[in-house]
């Protein structure tokens, strides 16, 4: 893809006073709303200590249904240091995990070349992780972890029933069930299941407090007490036990207050937005129905077309689609959508007048 | 030492109005300041990329004369990826420092849990690190660390001369040379020197962004620019390349522009007032003449002794000397004071009638 294609996209993407995607831009204002609700008084935690951060962690347990939860600068700290912990419990550093999961392709192998941990491929790349693949594992693991939703895939589920089903099985067999919820809230409304009826099944979860709910940084690790208290040594090795968390705390408190029961919002209308993409001839969405607030939106052109193509549509319709296309083979490509505060803003004649147009260019 | 005398202690100090040490009280003011000068429209860094990070990371590189500097969300981590980096270079998972370095008595260990490197001990622990100690070094290293000043036996410092000999004798030898200068900025004033003169001795160096600076967290590793990219790999691996840092460097970038200038103000205090303590018969400080902003204050009496008195002199006084004392033997004990920007704004007759009843208390 030549740069000019690429940068025409961003930049018209940039110009449009509308965007489909997200809560809007990640500013310093996000902060400043945040702290405009808080007292200059409000002691700092210091070092994971406080009651900024351990009245926060104690409501993140109560509603991830766990003994404890612990605050971490990111979720490739927590996920790494949760397993960790369940390798050394069962002196086996071994874990097994999606081919797409974000430890194996987004963290430079930190598991491998900081934890010794080897990983386990379960499922094909481009499917979920089903029990199938759980009962034909032919190597001993501490540790499965399952994504819900599969975000590299467009973020598709398993049902409840295989996820009942692995769960089981984990316990039968003393495999620990690890929960990359960095979407968790996002699923909820898909499942009709509330957090911690999801989280009864995992030993421990992690969920991000930037996706959905829109902080500033910051994730949660949580499960039993004695989980909670190991991952705060391992916390401190890491260099993530900071003398001050409060902006991430503070921030993703006030996001959650302000998005947690939106979640059904974003979820009905990815559903809609995903209908208009479809209903374009050449146009389609991964997965067909979302079953959470993302979905991915797939061309069967290559992604130099589509970006000068969708630099048009954004231009003419001052909606905002995407900043960037992925390649998804060298005859097509896509772009990740992920519902948040902005889409329904956008007049609803002003969205179909911009798929009228997305719907003729991708057809010529 | 029973709960109520440390709790006397720290309700004592607490109810002070004035404070001999620090900038002040740790809260959510400290952020909001720092904020005020900020646009809402300001975007945020994303994953180590964008304006506000590198710009940051160029002054830094700049101020401390290295090719590249890296932001890091603590010193824990960038120390551990600093020395990770040089013992892989040089195939040898060893390094030698005080044994009273942070890596080997507050991070849990995570040098050896994480990385698998092998700590040589240097000096005896109530002393710094001489020129013959690195000479007497059987072991072969990767990379030697000092720390200036060696913040836990008050902030002491050997010469300048000695740091030329080791930084000599390590490029002659082919050992790294690394600075852990937590407290930097504020040696500067002792030693007479730039920031980029003393750290030229050093192949990489660590600030902290919140000692003397007085930001909310944040660390600075700097060094060569192969070194600075190696340690982006590494920050991921840890968990630490956030998608937003913000909070953090605009604090330190605004805290350092307040205070970089007030080192030497910083230092004279501390020498003025360590001679206040000097002049009481049965108090003394290490080191006896401050070298930086630090030094700790000594008694010759036991901790719980010391503390119901200290209780009553910040009582009577209202003068806060400390919240907390540290047991140095059964019968001795002591604490930390680092000179920020309260200690001068409290009334010299004040600070002397203190002193005057912390003698008379303390000879009794």
Redo the contacts between chains.
Sequence with gaps: MGNSDSDLLKESFEATHFQLSGHG????????EA?DQ???????D?YGQGEVIEAFQLKMAKLLGKEAAVF???????Q?IGLRIWCDEKKLKKVAYHPLSHLEIH????LK???HIHSVLLAEKNRVIEFEDIIALKEEVACILLELPQREIGGQLPTYETLLNISNWCREKGVKLHLDGARLFEVLPHYKKSAAEVTALFDSVYISL?KGIGG??GAILAGSRDFAEQSK??K?????????????L?SADYYLGKRFDKMEKYFQDARELAKQFNACEEVSTLPLVPVSNMFHVHFKQPKEQIASLLAEVQKESGIGFTSYLQEATKESCYFEISIGDLYHVIPKEKIDSAFLLLNQRTRL
């Design positions: 831009k990640r500013n310093a204002g996000v902060l400043k702290f808080v007292e200059d008084t409000m002691p700092s210091h971490f600068p990111s979720g490739t700290m927590a790494q963290e430079e192998d930190g070349e900081l934890h930037y500033i940084a040594v391992w401190r090795r890491h260099g993530g036990d900071l003398i001050s968390l409060y902006p991430y503070v």
